[in-house]
T-cell receptor, first 112, second 111 residues
Framework: GNSVTQMEGPVTLSEEAFLTINCTYT??????LFWYVQYPGEGLQLLLK?????DKGSNKGFEATYRKETTSFHLEKGSVQVSDSAVYFC???????????FGKGTTLSVSS | KAGVTQTPRYLIKTRGQQVTLSCSPI?????VSWYQQTPGQGLQFLFE???????NKGNFPGRFSGRQFSNSRSEMNVSTLELGDSALYLC??????????FGPGTRLTVL
């Protein structure tokens, strides 16, 4: 079945630093790929997604490119802010259907 | 549109009891999925329902069950609660596309 491996944290950065969180996957075919974010005390929110190979998903300054050659979907942001402090999850479909499997999550802490 | 709602938000139970959690999806969404989130295991998929039929099931014991009603609302039930069932239970809904929208979760504590 499908699986996802995500870089584990915590990741601690200073404001305006560059962020990369690695995510690799194993899947049958070319499923959609997702990044979700969970801010402290809040529920899970979709951050961005890519539906086919070479697609780039972007939102709130975050970007991730669907790389089928390296089976990767790394999350990047050029300049993080304190408000980006959260837990980030990489995800892809479990099987057919819309249910997802998630990576372990990466906790990001940004200090000013 | 209103988002995904889950009730109750918090629950405290004792070992051996059973519990039922409820999820109301976004209007028009026919798929509902349930997840368990714990610090040790992270986010784990429980089951998915679509049009009242279970479409996918994760690797959880039979004590965990669910159902979906004709209005797409869903419930999950955990029988014979164990301490390890303490977790945040998340519900998510979606349309035919594969983007899931999550509710705030139900925090279950088993004593």
């Amino acid at each position: 079945g499908n699986s996802v491996t995500q870089m584990e944290g915590p990741v601690t950065l200073s404001e305006e630093a560059f962020l990369t969180i690695n995510c690799t996957y194993t899947a049958t075919g070319y499923p959609s790929l997702f990044w979700y974010v969970q801010y402290p005390g809040e529920g899970l929110q979709l951050l961005l997604k890519a539906t086919k190979a070479d697609d780039k998903g972007s939102n709130k300054g975050f970007e991730a490119t669907y790389r089928k050659e390296t089976t990767s979907f790394h999350l990047e942001k050029g300049s993080v802010q304190v408000s980006d402090s959260a837990v980030y999850f990489c995800a892809l479909p479990y099987q057919a259907g819309t249910a997802l499997i998630f990576g372990k999550g990466t906790t990001l802490s940004v200090s000013s | 549109k209103a988002g995904v709602t889950q009730t109750p938000r918090y629950l405290i139970k004792t070992r051996g009891q059973q519990v039922t959690l409820s999820c109301s999806p976004i209007s028009g969404h026919r798929s509902v999925s349930w997840y368990q989130q714990t610090p040790g295991q992270g986010l784990q998929f429980l089951f998915e329902y679509f049009s009242e039929t279970q479409r996918n099931k994760g690797n959880f014991p039979g004590r965990f069950s669910g159902r979906q009603f004709s209005n797409s609302r869903s419930e999950m039930n955990v029988s014979t609660l164990e301490l390890g069932d303490s977790a945040l239970y998340l519900c998510a809904s979606s349309q035919e596309t594969d983007t899931q929208y999550f509710g705030p979760g139900t925090r279950l504590t088993v004593l």
